[in-house]
């Protein structure tokens, strides 16, 4: 067989492949979470991605931009899907399409669209119904194998769109605190780690359920990091910071700190590594900028996980690193040959 003569020709990546790529990565996440938790989060998905589509499309319109390249890049779905993972399964249908459209409409198209959003939208619209509505963002269904009473989809549907339940049932039958919230909660009242992680809720890594969510999306991640849609850089500082500070905490005083498989295992804390903290637009450019970003939305995530007044932190730590990436941009810029140091 003749081999080929150079020079060769790398295949050109697009926006549209990347965010494929992106959405592909996902689906294991999906497909874990509708195990654990069952199939209402696939309508949030739906809600989110129509209500993203629908107001790119309007704000497009509105701004004078052509429709058909802007909606058919992906990255409106992007951020629709990875708002809907972050939000209560079971989250009444407006919660997601608030949250939908104020990421979209004002993190992302107010700033001038794909490439000039200096927040990560989908964590703007997570903050901002955080904030807003507490009640309706802290009611996290327990796992399957947990839950005192199992939704049907259509009971789901009706809880989504009409908060009904079945008769007979309560709220407090089908949700429950999340584990970060428990875990939080029962330290402040003085119990040890050994008695809180006894709970049926935690598992062997992190949660009951949820660390069989977080390995899905460890493998997402791994399959963008080999299709070179991500560098490593992000998720290892941003993982291995976050471990650190848990072992070293947990070393010095078991009994009141979790240790670090459980911070991985828990939360957003894999969604955020290889999905979130990695957006290219709202990040840094350098590689040692990524490092400093990461290792950043580690030690925030740790301190408001173990400080703060909110169980998780991901959200607040990513959008605060967000602020600094222009300052870790001009520190960062490698030397170029030719110039002065």
């Not at 107001?55 to 629709?80: I, Q, Y």
């Not at 493998?219 to 291995?240: C, D, K, N, S």
């Not at 955020?272 to 990461?294: E, N, Q, R, Y």
Request: glycine share 10%; charged share 10%.
């Amino acid at each position: 067989m003749m081999a080929m003569a150079s020079p060769y020709l790398s295949e050109q990546t697009s926006v549209s492949m990347i965010m494929r790529k992106v959405l592909l990565a996902l689906v294991p996440g999906i497909a874990a979470y509708v195990w654990v938790y069952g199939s209402g989060i696939l309508v949030s998905l739906l809600l989110a991605s129509v209500t993203a589509l629908v107001s790119e499309a309007v704000m497009l319109k509105l701004r004078g931009r052509p429709l058909r390249p802007f909606l058919l890049d992906g990255s409106a779905l992007v951020t629709a899907w990875l708002l809907a993972l972050a939000l209560p399964p079971i989250a009444p249908w407006w919660l997601v399409v608030v949250g939908t459209l104020f990421a979209i409409v004002v993190a992302k198209q107010l700033y001038g669209g794909l490439g000039y959003n200096p927040f990560n939208p989908a964590m703007v619209g997570y903050a901002v119904l955080l904030i807003s509505f507490p009640v309706a963002m802290t009611q996290w269904p327990a796992p399957l194998e947990l839950a005192q009473a199992k939704l049907s989809l259509l009971d789901q549907l009706r809880y989504i769109f009409g908060r009904v339940l079945p008769s007979g049932l309560t709220v407090d039958a089908i949700s429950s605190a999340t584990p970060l919230d428990t875990l939080k909660t029962q330290l402040k009242l003085h119990h040890g780690m050994a008695d809180i992680m006894a709970a049926p809720m935690f598992g062997t890594l992190g949660t009951k359920g949820g660390e069989i969510v977080a390995g899905a999306y460890l493998l997402g991640g791994v399959y963008l990091l080999w299709q070179r849609i991500i560098t490593w850089h992000v998720p290892v500082a941003f993982l291995g910071m976050l471990a650190l500070l848990a072992s070293g905490c947990h070393l010095i005083d078991a009994d009141r700190y979790a240790g670090p498989l459980f911070h991985l295992f828990s939360g957003a804390a894999m969604l955020c590594a290889f999905f979130i903290a990695t957006d290219p637009v709202s990040g840094p450019t350098t590689p040692k900028g990524k490092l400093i970003f990461g290792a950043g939305i580690g030690i925030l995530t740790w301190v408001i996980r173990t400080w703060g007044g909110y169980p998780d932190g991901v959200a607040f730590a990513v959008l605060l690193m967000n602020i600094c990436v222009p300052l870790i941009d001009a520190y960062t810029q490698p030397r170029v040959f030719g110039h002065e140091k």
